[in-house]
């Protein structure tokens, strides 16, 4: 819109002085020195539903569940989207298509900017495809949206912990005596059952590599488990000391080990000597059957007595 | 001392002196008078020897070489028949096939050193699943079913399971290690650097190269596989244990495999690149294979290049640095595509490494900065210093005392079982509970309920339960109140001990992750403590300071430079973060050298390892060849009968001898007076020259001698008992001919030549061999690796000086 009211003002200031600023919110469409203008119609109607989409991942931003909610926001934004893409019957002045006006950058393309946002940083970055699985039939308009098995199956459990809380908070869920220590206790005994299913469905789920939920059902635990937790109190503790025993037997077992071992190693090993030689000593001495390899001079009778009797023992010798 | 038993009976056999056939002229000139006094001053000498033996020379001192280690064979025999090859027509197609076969090989490293880091790294992916899916889920679900309404405790029995888990794959890591192939355990970085200063470590190279031809190919193989295999099963078994050193050295293990073109896996001898079969070569394609390792491992090509460099290569050229490039570039492009098509991605290149530390999104630090990056630095390099300090001490303590198979098997499993325990004393301990959706980025994997309510998940847990690069990740890029400072400090505590205490037993194990871990942890406690002191800065994130720390740690331990940067750099894909990197790194290895030296040069002295530095010792150029060499040489004339040679290779292992004009004795000394130096020969090539025939009498001097004679290695022959030959006593009695086989003009230094030359010439030329000759060229002694390396350099009282090692031989 800056380029455009920009070039308005160029425009103005060049050939028009006497024009007054336009309301900046309705661009106009009729100005013939507008080129574009008569794409502009498709990105005003595209505007409309970015800007649904965006107020309504703003409204379900604390705590973030646009897959959930926003999901008719998200299927019309992209219909539209493809739509303005596809704009191949309608021309500019200058007999480009307007989805080439639109989306072949010319410095800067808002619109397009704004529908990856409202892709990858909203809904993909959501996991939301984990939730609702999406049948894209763009081109006659016939998207369909369906819950994931896992979303179903989850929110019937929810609702199932949900029931049973109602029930025994007398079906107001918002009066003070729901922070009761008393009441909450009540709860905790009477609906474990039904949160611990719930709980052991999501965890099954969670810890699952390639499986997920999407923002929407993880955040919704979440606030769940703060609730039972620590609003009602509810939590089982885990006590690590029933564990202390177990850890305390192998901690010893380990630490004697390891004593033991050393210990035992310590006292039967280093026994070895070894035979160390200082070569500026051995100068001058060549010793035994070395010498007899110096010289040039051997018996032959010696040589093969010797042969026959001694075992092929490496002597002493440096290379 | 069993010489010295033999020493009796043969100076009470005929006068072993005395050869009535080689020296007919010498022998009946000699007098018996002589000859008596000669015998009995010898006697006399190895009495006081013995006596000296006893006295002194049986210590404890843990500073000593070992005897076991050889050379690698660089140098080429130029003898007559190499020069005749290069005179064959075929000669200028050989060497357009040799050069164009380099970058196939290289090709063939960068490939299979991918598969195998893939390899590993699927393997661990598998563990982790059955790890995470099915005891901690599984049975922590199966737990709170069971206890609800119960008292008894439940948890601890997952821990059992964990923990039963864990030894069960450490006992497979550690009985391929401590069983099957005793070089693959550790990180095996040690080995590489070993190997490419010039020595062949005896499991190395004698399980490779030293056995029987189709043993050698099965134990290499099992190397390989027993590292693979085995670094899975470390890592996957919960060990403070990185899969990178042990990568590295499958990349090198790979590169000497495949540029030997012999089939390991079917025992198959392709008959490939037979000119690459000797050390020259073989070491350029290990720098290759090590360069790719590394490539695999962290993602880094550039890095891996400047690993080889740094680490290994005493010997360098420009063709060689560019092949070595293409490895690595290869070797990680083989790892991508392979990661990603496991991941469901075909073709996706740009995969990041195995150990990838991902992507800094806020790299901003300023100038200010600077100061407590330095300050990092010398943390790092004193925790690094005392690590090492430790770690030696410990690895003293197990050489010493746990040298027995089954005490190292127990040894691994303690470790396995407390370091999977700490893990759950920790959870136990620290009660650090949040609430799910508390860290945005923790993904469902890593939840962890241990002893939480429910909803809740414990944020330690998914420190300990993770893998360690995950945990490396969390650490760098997690917003910063994901982690307490109690849980950092403890996590970091227990992460340094463990690694000190899991470094050096018996399964392949790297300590760069843990490292990287441990660094992380208290950099990211400086980062938070740097944010309290400074709360009006906004935007001090500690996951830059983590990175800084996990650098100074990692440099303290291992104390590389350039490589390590640029590893780093690469696994963050970023350069931004270089300068501060290169300055923490280059205080830390300031500051830790100080105190001592780098984590694998101490396992290096203490393997006893002849290992030559980048610099001769100071204070040593009094130090002349005279005293450096050895004098008692076992030399050769230019013709020698059959018997002598047989004599000296079966009593002796010396891999070469050198060839003089004559040998005399002398009436003065012990030592013979030996005569001008005419060349030197190698063992194999005499052992080839036996088993063909090549005598003098015979007319079969026109037997077939194999192509490369001139390169003969070590390889084939070496463990062939001279028995194999057949040698009869007709043959023992022949004259061979040695002078048209011999290397004609070895490397030679006359007397006085100072020991910083010396050693300059070994580490520059990759020698194996020196000669010491007087003015007139006549033979007097001879230099080895041992010789130079035992001169060590010491400080002591802040002066230098240069002390003599002992050889051991065990």
Sequence with gaps: MTISLSRILLVGVLFLPSITLLNDSAPFNDDPWDLDGPCQKYVEKLAVFQSEMVACATNWSIPPKVCTNCYDNYIKFKQYEYETKHLDNVFSLDNRTCSQVIYDNYLLSYSSDISTALTTKIWEKSRCDSCITINWDLPHNKSEKEFTERTLVFQNRLYEWRNCVVNYTSGGLLVDDLNDLQNGSKICNECKTQFEELYGYYWKIYTTPDVDFCVDVETTMNDTIHLWDDVWKCAEKQDRNRDLAGIMITFATLVLLTALFYAASYIQGGGQTRNLIRYSRLQEDPRGQRSRLLSSGMSDADLFHRAATMPNVPIHQSR | ?810
């Design chain 2, 1 to 810: 001392m069993t010489s010295r038993g033999r020493v009796r009976t043969s100076s009470n056999s005929l006068d072993p002196n005395e050869d009535p056939v080689s020296g007919l002229e010498r022998v009946f000139s000699n007098s018996n008078l002589e000859q008596v006094a000669r015998q009995r001053r010898r006697q006399e000498e190895q009495l006081l020897f013995s006596r000296q033996l006893a006295e002194s020379d049986r210590t404890d001192s843990h500073e000593a070489l070992s005897a076991r280690y050889e050379s690698l064979n660089y140098e080429v025999s130029e003898n007559r028949l190499y020069r005749d090859a290069e005179k064959k027509p075929s000669h200028q197609l050989t060497l357009w096939r040799i050069s164009r076969n380099r970058w196939f090989v290289c090709f063939l490293i960068g490939v299979f050193t991918g598969l195998v880091a893939a390899f590993i790294d699927i393997m661990v992916h598998y563990s982790k699943d059955v790890k995470f899916s099915w005891i901690l889920k599984y049975l922590i679900s199966k737990c709170s079913e069971e206890q609800r309404g119960t008292t008894a405790g439940c948890m601890w029995t997952v821990m059992i399971a964990w923990i039963g888990y864990n030894c069960v794959l450490v006992t497979i890591a550690a009985v391929l290690v401590i069983f099957v192939a005793p070089i693959a355990g550790g990180s095996g970085i040690p080995q590489i650097k070993c190997y490419l200063n010039g020595i062949a470590i005896p499991e190395v190279r004698s399980a490779l190269n030293h056995f029987i031809s189709i043993v050698v190919k099965v134990v290499r193989l099992k190397t390989l596989v027993s590292k693979a295999i085995g670094v899975a099963c470390s890592v996957g078994g919960g060990l403070c244990a990185g899969k990178e050193g042990p990568m590295i050295h499958s990349g090198a293990a790979v590169g000497a495999g495949v540029s030997q073109g012999k089939s390991y896996s079917l025992g198959i001898d392709f008959g490939l690149f037979k000119e690459f079969r000797n050390d020259r070569e073989r070491r350029d394609f290990v720098s290759a294979g090590a360069a790719a390792g590394v490539a695999a491992a962290f993602g880094a090509p550039i890095g891996g290049v400047l690993f080889s460099l740094e680490e290994g290569a005493s010997f360098w050229n420009q063709n060689l640095t560019w092949r070595m490039f293409f490895s690595a570039m290869i070797s990680s492009f083989t790892v991508n595509l392979i990661l990603s098509w496991f991941n469901g991605k075909s073709g996706w290149l740009s995969w990041t490494g195995l150990a990838n530390f991902g992507v800094f999104e806020n790299k901003d630090y300023n100038i200010w900065e600077i100061p407590l990056f330095l300050l990092i630095g010398v943390i790092g390099g004193c925790l690094g210093a005392l690590f090492n300090y430790l770690n030696t001490r410990l690895t003293e303590f197990r050489k010493k005392y746990v040298s027995s198979k089954f005490g190292r098997l127990f040894e691994c499993l303690l470790v396995a079982a407390i370091s999977g325990f700490l893990a759950f004393l920790t959870i136990f301990a620290i009660d650090d509970c949040q609430p799910i959706g508390a860290n945005p980025t923790a993904t469902s994997t890593q939840i962890n309920q241990m002893w939480c309510k429910k909803g809740e998940y414990s944020a330690v847990a998914s420190l300990f339960f993770q893998n360690p690069e995950e945990s490396v990740k969390s650490l760098f890029h997690s917003p910063i109140n994901s982690f307490g400072v109690t849980t950092l400090i403890i996590f970091g505590i227990e992460y340094f001990f463990l690694t000190l205490w899991t470094f050096g037993i018996s399964v392949p194990s790297g300590v760069f992750i843990p490292a990287i871990l441990t660094g992380a942890a208290w950099g990211r406690l400086f980062g938070i403590f740097v944010e309290r002191l400074f709360p009006s800065v906004t935007g001090i994130d500690p996951g830059k300071y983590a990175l800084a720390g996990a650098a100074a740690q990692l440099g303290g331990v291992v104390r590389m430079t350039i490589s390590l940067t640029a590893i780093i750099m690469e696994a963050t894909k970023d350069i931004t973060f270089g300068l501060p990197i290169m300055l923490v790194l280059m205080v830390t290895k300031w500051v830790g050298d100080m105190f001592n030296e780098g984590l694998y040069d101490s396992h290096i002295d203490l393997a006893e390892v002849p290992i030559l530095g980048w610099n001769p010792p100071k204070m040593s150029r009094n130090i002349l060849a005279d005293r450096v060499m050895r004098k008692d040489v076992v030399a050769l004339e230019r013709r020698e009968r059959v018997s002598r040679i047989v004599e000296i290779l079966r009593s002796t292992l010396h891999h070469g001898f050198p060839v003089v004009d004559r040998i005399e004795e002398s009436p003065y000394e012990s030592l013979p007076d030996y005569g001008r130096l005419k060349g030197y020969i190698l063992r194999s090539q005499l052992f080839k020259l036996l088993e063909n025939r090549i005598f003098e009498e015979e007319e079969s001097s026109s037997a077939v001698l194999p192509n490369d004679f001139y390169e003969c290695q070590d390889d084939d022959d070496q463990m062939k008992s001279l028995a194999d030959l057949g040698l009869t006593q007709y043959d023992e009695s022949c004259w061979l001919d040695i002078e048209p086989y011999m290397h004609p003009h070895p490397h030679r230094v006359p007397l006085n030549t100072s020991l910083p030359f010396i050693f300059r010439l070994f580490r520059g030329l990759g020698l194996r061999y020196l000669f010491v000759v007087n003015d007139d060229n006549h033979l007097r002694g001879v230099i080895t690796r041992k010789d130079v390396a035992r001169f060590r350099e010491r400080r002591r009282n802040h002066e230098y000086h240069v002390d003599e090692l002992y050889i051991s031989e065990s």
